[in-house]
């Protein structure tokens, strides 16, 4: 994953993680929020965070119904 795609998941989860945390709706514009589904999506949960995180925010990802 390219350090700059990997930066903005990692603001986007450290920004959000209480909202990602209990699964509430987190307020992003459309594009961003498409950007990071997109890329969480395409990396099989193989995000480059520790596991705990990374299966947080693909879980949240999977679980999301366009809540953005």
């Known amino acids: 994953m390219p350090d700059d795609i990997q930066d903005i998941l990692f603001v986007f989860l ?3 993680l209480p909202l990602v945390a209990s699964r509430r ?6 594009g961003l929020a498409d950007y990071i589904h997109t890329e969480v999506i395409n990396s099989g949960g193989t995000l480059p965070f520790p596991s705990d995180l990374a299966d947080l925010l693909f ?3 999977l679980s999301r119904q366009d809540r953005f």
């Open 59 to 61: 879980v949240y990802e």
């Open 14 to 16: 450290v920004e959000n």
């Open 25 to 30: 709706p987190v307020v992003l514009p459309i």
